[in-house]
Structure formats: structure tokens, C-alpha cells
């Protein structure tokens, strides 16, 4: 079941059904998906981005990654069943492959986070099977060289998931672009989390996670880097959600 919110669709499951779901893909070997993990920031960039929808439109999973998405969900009387954290998810992910055998590769992050999430990662589950990591230097959508370079590094691993840290929407269009011609079986989007992992950027406490005020930690860690999309970005998704609840009294 998917549910609407501001136009965009949400699949309604938990945590454990999504990993579930993602690694029978994978150990299947079906036809090559993907996976969103939309938020508010994300609900906000397709309200006019023609691109970005088709993105959506066509992704296998599509998974509430932010509480605001719990919330709007509630108020618009279509509850979610949890939270899907990406961080969470990546983790999770990485432990469930190490258990079946399935091969991971690490694709973009800040300059040494996949390396370090790998390392972490490794650590906790040494049966993982990390199939390589890379980090693709500032720009390089832009130079061709550098995109055959990625593509044919990753072909090479032959990964059963590939998680994908370019930040929104560039990691969707480098997925979009090249999940089918790779083969891989599920790609994921997961923003910041390989630096979250390595511990190169702080994660918000549980407490905050929880409560939904995990923005409002990385806003003050952050601020100039993250002050926009949180003060405008929200704002506007309360709005959209709003709008969303008049019209559906309306009708």
C-alpha cells in the first residue's frame, strides 16, 4: 500500500519489512531497482522538478526516510507504519548481507567516509564482503572521463546493493542514469550516511531522532550548509501538507 503525501507516493512499511524486501530482491537477482528515501527536503524538490517525479515514479521502494513524513502522514489521516531511516536502513542492510552473502559496494561521501563506514561496518559483521569503495572527486557529473571512470569501477565490483552518498537529487539521477546498464540488483540513495557511520559527522542523540528534532540537531552542527533547506525547506513542507489536508476536506 502507498500512501500520498503532497503528491508524492510512500510505501507503508516498517523497517524490517523494507530490509526484508530489499534483500530478497537482491538474493534473487531480479530485474535491477532501486530504492527512494524520500523527506521533507525530497517532498519539497518535487512539487517542480519533472526529473526528480519520474525518479520516483519508477523506484521499486519508496521509504519515509524523515519523522516529518510520520507526522504529515497522521495529520492526514493515512498513518505510516514507522519511520525508515536511511542511516538505520544502510546499517541494517549491511548487517542482513552479511548473513546471506551478499556483496556491497560504497559510491560517493566526503573524502575518506565510505573507507571509514567500511571499516566500522567490517568491524562489527566481519563477514561482510565490501566489493569496493569510491569517492568521486567534487564535479565530476561534469567531466566524462570521470563518469566512465565510476561506472566502470563499480561494473567491475559487481555489488548485489550499491549505496549511493552524492546528497539529493544527484544520487537519484546517477542511479536513474546507470542502474539498469550495471545490472545491480537494488541501489539506494543514502545522503550523508557513510560520514554518519565513520563518525566524521555527528549524528543527532537518540532522543532527538526520535522526537523528530534530528534537523534541528544538524541545522546547529551545520548551519550554514544546512540553514536554508531546514528554515525555507520546512516551512514549505508544512505548507504543502496543509494545503494537502484543505483540499481532501474539500472534496
Same mark, same amino acid.
Given at each position: 500500500?502507498?500512501?500520498?503525501?503532497?503528491?508524492?507516493?510512500?510505501?507503508? @512499511?516498517?523497517?524490517?519489512?523494507?530490509?526484508?524486501?530489499?534483500?530478497? $530482491?537482491?538474493?534473487?537477482?531480479?530485474?535491477?531497482? @532501486?530504492?527512494?528515501?524520500?523527506?521533507?527536503? $525530497?517532498?519539497?524538490?518535487?512539487?517542480?522538478?519533472?526529473?526528480?517525479?519520474?525518479?520516483?515514479?519508477?523506484?521499486?521502494?519508496?521509504?519515509?526516510?524523515?519523522?516529518?513524513?510520520?507526522?504529515?502522514?497522521?495529520?492526514?489521516?493515512?498513518?505510516?507504519?514507522? /519511520?525508515?531511516?536511511?542511516?538505520?536502513?544502510?546499517?541494517?542492510?549491511?548487517?542482513?548481507?552479511?548473513?546471506?552473502?551478499?556483496?556491497? !559496494? !560504497?559510491?560517493?561521501?566526503?573524502?575518506?567516509?565510505?573507507?571509514?563506514?567500511?571499516?566500522?561496518?567490517?568491524? /562489527? $559483521?566481519?563477514?561482510?564482503?565490501?566489493?569496493?569503495?569510491?569517492?568521486?572527486? @567534487?564535479?565530476?557529473?561534469?567531466?566524462?572521463?570521470?563518469?566512465?571512470?565510476?561506472?566502470?569501477?563499480?561494473?567491475?565490483?559487481?555489488?548485489?546493493?550499491?549505496?549511493?552518498?552524492?546528497?539529493?537529487?544527484?544520487?537519484? @539521477?546517477?542511479?536513474?542514469?546507470?542502474?539498469?546498464?550495471?545490472?545491480?540488483?537494488?541501489?539506494?540513495?543514502?545522503?550523508?550516511?557513510?560520514?554518519?557511520?565513520?563518525?566524521?559527522?555527528? /549524528?543527532?542523540?537518540?532522543?532527538?531522532?526520535?522526537?523528530?528534532?534530528?534537523?534541528?540537531?544538524?541545522?546547529?552542527?551545520?548551519?550554514? /550548509?544546512?540553514?536554508?533547506?531546514?528554515? !525555507?525547506?520546512?516551512?514549505? !513542507?508544512?505548507?504543502?501538507?496543509?494545503?494537502?489536508?484543505?483540499?481532501?476536506?474539500?472534496?
Amino acid at each position: 500500500m502507498r500512501i500520498n503525501i503532497c503528491g508524492v507516493q510512500v510505501d507503508d @512499511y516498517s523497517l524490517d519489512q523494507v530490509i526484508e524486501q530489499i534483500i530478497a $530482491h537482491a538474493k534473487s537477482r531480479k530485474a535491477p531497482g @532501486y530504492v527512494v528515501t524520500p523527506n521533507a527536503q $525530497h517532498i519539497v524538490m518535487l512539487q517542480n522538478n519533472d526529473r526528480f517525479q519520474q525518479i520516483y515514479q519508477q523506484a521499486t521502494l519508496s521509504v519515509p526516510d524523515g519523522v516529518s513524513l510520520l507526522w504529515a502522514a497522521e495529520f492526514l489521516g493515512t498513518p505510516l507504519q514507522g /519511520r525508515v531511516n536511511g542511516t538505520d536502513l544502510f546499517e541494517q542492510l549491511c548487517q542482513a548481507a552479511a548473513e546471506v552473502g551478499l556483496k556491497v !559496494f !560504497f559510491l560517493g561521501g566526503r573524502p575518506g567516509a565510505a573507507e571509514g563506514a567500511a571499516q566500522v561496518l567490517t568491524t /562489527r $559483521h566481519p563477514k561482510l564482503q565490501i566489493a569496493g569503495t569510491y569517492c568521486p572527486p @567534487y564535479g565530476f557529473e561534469a567531466d566524462p572521463s570521470e563518469r566512465e571512470r565510476i561506472q566502470a569501477v563499480v561494473a567491475a565490483a559487481a555489488p548485489d546493493i550499491l549505496f549511493v552518498g552524492l546528497g539529493a537529487p544527484k544520487q537519484e @539521477y546517477w542511479i536513474a542514469e546507470h542502474y539498469q546498464q550495471l545490472g545491480i540488483p537494488i541501489s539506494i540513495g543514502i545522503g550523508v550516511s557513510f560520514e554518519f557511520v565513520a563518525g566524521t559527522v555527528q /549524528r543527532a542523540p537518540k532522543l532527538l531522532q526520535k522526537t523528530g528534532l534530528e534537523w534541528a540537531f544538524r541545522l546547529v552542527t551545520e548551519p550554514k /550548509r544546512l540553514w536554508k533547506r531546514y528554515v !525555507f525547506g520546512n516551512s514549505l !513542507f508544512t505548507w504543502l501538507v496543509l494545503k494537502q489536508k484543505l483540499t481532501l476536506k474539500t472534496n
